[in-house]
């Protein structure tokens, strides 16, 4: 592995992750993170060639039930908690360009 | 006596008695709570009219704290972040319509790391908690605020979440046994999502038995979590009145003791507890788990990961904090998660997006899955020699505020506690000792192999009875 292009760029990642950092955020998550992700990079040196990914905490399948209508949150409860509603709907800031909010 | 100081068998003794009722356990423990929650704060909300209203529903009911990331229904779920300020559970969690059916009602909402991340509860956004032991110190976590509750007396029971040692070693600094099911064996409907894969919720008691009770109360198979198989849930406490050390084989695996940063006091304590159980019988087996020093990198390459995909829900849209600067939805993501989440999962967010990311996902993410599944084979391998393992559960005792400035060395609190989270196997805590100068209380760490939790609350009640 090139060690260069394994490291974190904070700014690029926070971006990713729709996490907006102060200039103070970004320095010193930039040093804290370079530490972790390079102790992290310790995993490479283990050979997994032909072992399986553990994608679980225990082996599981798809477990089925019937498609069938259950009783659930009605409407007002459901938007009990929203931050900005008009009626009973979620009332959010303008998404598409050119259109009345 | 006073009632708060009452376990649970002793409180549905009474109860059953008509000694008193549950109401009145819950007004001894509001006077507890007015008492000392200004200076210990492990509770961040104790509705007392809410709280009677409940006990006088079911007046034998137990009642039990409950850690702030659990959904109780018309009560605040914070997770000890701002960004869920004002929030209301709409329903209960699948883990406390199971309390209600057997006996127990949910009593106050404790302080922890905020959203599960950390070790020792300073991540809360909401509040200090302290060590009820040693005020100076902190209460590990993130279970911090349940761990506090009931080494101080403060609750009878209570629930902790565990995703890498999040009741196992707050439990160790605050003297209580806690248990960290094996993964499914209790549902997590309703129980805010740190790590899907690793996330389970336990009991945090003051006793073996205690937790023998709550556990069993607890788990079971929910159709609202598919991760719920349908094994049979033994009554546990019954399992315990045959509990012994006598011819039980116990691993000691020496990964578990040659570590750098492993307390000598901590070290003795655990060394004395093997040297107790096998003065009870018990055989002592030697064991290696030859992965477990790469436990730690592979925790935090698939937690956060987890985590930064759970965590995409807080998006100011549909409940949580919006951002009132937010004028596109680019900036209401953005700014609304900037201004709600603290420094650790921002930092946690940014570690899984980009182990996640385009380019570094196989180096990084997948690996760590594959490394994962020798951690796992390791304990498989090692459970065919042994009946458990008996482990230190945190490397140090509970360590003084602001002592871990830097999240890696925060970090390795987990170590002891991390391969078994990853394996999902079933694990405890149970208090073992004092350290000699400081007097703080040191737990040690029981595991057995999955879904074998009566076996690893009977050799912790065997241990309980000889230490």
Redo the contacts between chains.
């Keep these: 592995m090139d060690e260069i292009t394994m490291d974190i760029d904070v700014e690029y990642t926070a971006k990713l992750a729709r996490l907006e950092l102060t200039e103070q955020e970004r320095t010193t998550f930039q040093a804290q993170l370079d530490g972790i992700v390079k102790y992290v990079q310790k995993i490479s040196e283990v050979d997994v060639s032909d072992v399986p990914p553990m994608m679980h905490g225990r082996e599981i399948v798809n477990r089925f039930r019937e498609d069938v209508v259950r009783p659930s949150l009605d409407v007002q409860t459901a938007l009990s908690n929203a931050p900005k509603r008009v009626g009973d709907e979620f009332l959010l800031p303008k998404i598409v360009e050119g259109a009345e909010s | 006596m006073e009632l708060y100081k009452l376990g649970i068998k002793a409180a549905r003794e009474g109860l059953e008695k008509g000694d008193f009722t549950s109401a009145e356990i819950v007004e001894s423990l509001y006077k507890r709570y007015n008492e000392v929650n200004p200076e210990i704060g492990a509770y961040l909300y104790f509705d007392i009219d809410h709280a009677l209203e409940l006990a006088k529903a079911s007046p034998k009911a137990v009642p039990i704290a409950i850690k702030d990331l659990i959904n109780v229904k018309g009560q605040p779920c914070t997770c000890a972040s701002k960004i869920l300020k004002?929030?209301?559970s709409?329903?209960d969690a699948t883990v406390i319509s199971n309390l209600k059916k057997n006996s127990f009602i949910p009593c106050g909402r404790v302080n922890m790391d905020e959203f599960a991340m950390g070790s020792s509860t300073e991540n809360s956004a909401l509040g200090v908690t302290r060590n009820p032991y040693d005020l100076t110190r902190v209460p590990g976590g993130s279970s911090g605020g349940s761990a506090a509750a009931v080494g101080g007396d403060m609750c009878i029971a209570a629930l902790g979440s565990d995703t890498g040692g999040s009741i196992r070693q707050p439990a160790s600094f605050c003297n209580c046994v806690g248990i960290k099911p094996?993964?499914?064996r209790v549902s997590r409907y309703g129980v805010t999502a740190f790590a899907s894969?690793?996330d389970q919720v336990g009991p945090m008691t003051k006793s073996v038995e205690d937790a023998a009770v709550l556990l069993g109360a607890l788990a079971g198979c929910d159709?609202m979590d598919?991760?719920t198989?349908e094994v049979p849930v033994p009554d546990y406490a019954k399992l315990l009145e045959r509990a012994s050390m006598k011819g039980v084989k116990i691993g000691v695996a020496k990964e578990y003791f040659d570590v750098t940063g492993l307390d000598p006091e901590v070290k003795r304590i655990t060394d004395e507890a093997l040297k107790k159980c096998e003065e009870a019988g018990a055989e002592l087996v030697e064991v290696s788990l030859p992965?477990t020093?790469?436990a730690?990198?592979?925790y935090?390459?698939i937690a956060p990961a987890e985590a930064?995909a759970n965590l995409?829900r807080f998006?100011?849209?549909?409940?949580?904090?919006?951002s009132s600067e937010?004028?596109?939805?680019?900036?209401?993501?953005?700014?609304s998660?900037?201004e709600g989440?603290g420094?650790e999962v921002?930092?946690r967010?940014?570690?899984?997006?980009?182990?996640l990311?385009s380019?570094?996902q196989d180096?990084?993410y997948?690996?760590?899955?594959?490394?994962?599944?020798?951690i796992?084979r390791d304990f498989d391998e090692a459970f065919k020699k042994c009946d458990c393992l008996l482990t230190p559960c945190a490397p140090t005792p509970a360590f003084k505020f602001k002592e871990l400035q830097?999240?890696?060395t925060m970090?390795l609190n987990d170590l002891f506690t991390i391969p078994s989270s990853?394996a999902?196997v079933c694990a405890s805590a149970v208090p073992a000792g004092f350290t000699n100068n400081t007097k703080l209380p040191v737990g040690v760490q029981f595991i057995c192999p999955?879904y074998e939790e009566g076996r690893l609350l009977s050799i912790s009640k065997a241990f309980e009875d000889i230490c």
């Excluded at chain 2, 967010?349 to 182990?355: E, R, S, Y």
């Excluded at chain 2, 997948?366 to 020798?374: F, I």
């Design positions: 004002g929030y209301l709409p329903y094996s993964y499914g894969s690793l159709q598919g991760t198989p992965h020093e790469y730690m990198a592979v935090y390459i930064s995409a998006d100011g849209v549909r409940y949580g904090h919006r937010a004028v596109d939805v680019y900036s209401l993501y953005t700014k998660r900037a989440f420094p921002k930092r967010i940014i570690i899984g997006t980009f182990v990311s380019g570094y180096a990084y997948t690996q760590a899955l594959k490394v994962r599944t020798l796992k830097d999240p890696l970090y990853l999902g999955g």
